[in-house]
Nanobody, 127 residues
Framework: QVQLVESGGGLVQAGDSLRLSCAVS????????MGWFRQAPGKEREFVAA????????TSVDSVKGRFTISRDNAKNTVYLEMNSLKAEDAAVYYC????????????????????WGQGTQVTVSS
């Protein structure tokens, strides 16, 4: 059974930074593609960023390019989302997710591709 636990959310001001972490149990971690999604009140869950199991391939949604960076440390079974220059519209519950599709070389950008989900961490941005 794979379990994901997010941490690092909080209340920040616009322009500030946060780093979210997602610790994953279950091996081998490097075989799981990982993703970050977010969901604001009244909105659907949306893709933010994804990274392949090896960590060599990653992508992010256009609205966060240049501000957010996804990374992973396979030795620590952890994936990160570094968020800089936060905006009010970035406020949401952020979820990490894992998929065994694609082995260690692919990433996925759709909710349906992911099997395992964390409980979410709240990010609040005051303007």
């Amino acid at each position: 059974q794979v379990q994901l636990v997010e941490s690092g959310g909080g209340l920040v001001q616009a322009g500030d930074s946060l780093r979210l972490s997602c610790a994953v149990s279950g091996r081998p971690f490097s075989r799981y593609g990982m993703g970050w999604f977010r969901q604001a009140p009244g909105k659907e869950r949306e893709f933010v960023a994804a990274i392949s199991g090896s960590g060599y391939r990653s992508t992010s949604v256009d609205s966060v390019k240049g501000r957010f960076t996804i990374s992973r440390d396979n030795a620590k079974n952890t994936v990160y989302l570094e968020m800089n220059s936060l905006k009010a519209e970035d406020a949401a519950v952020y979820y990490c997710a894992a998929t065994s599709l694609g082995g260690d070389s692919a990433y996925f950008t759709t909710v349906s591709a992911y099997t395992y989900w964390g409980q979410g961490t709240q990010v609040t941005v005051s303007s």
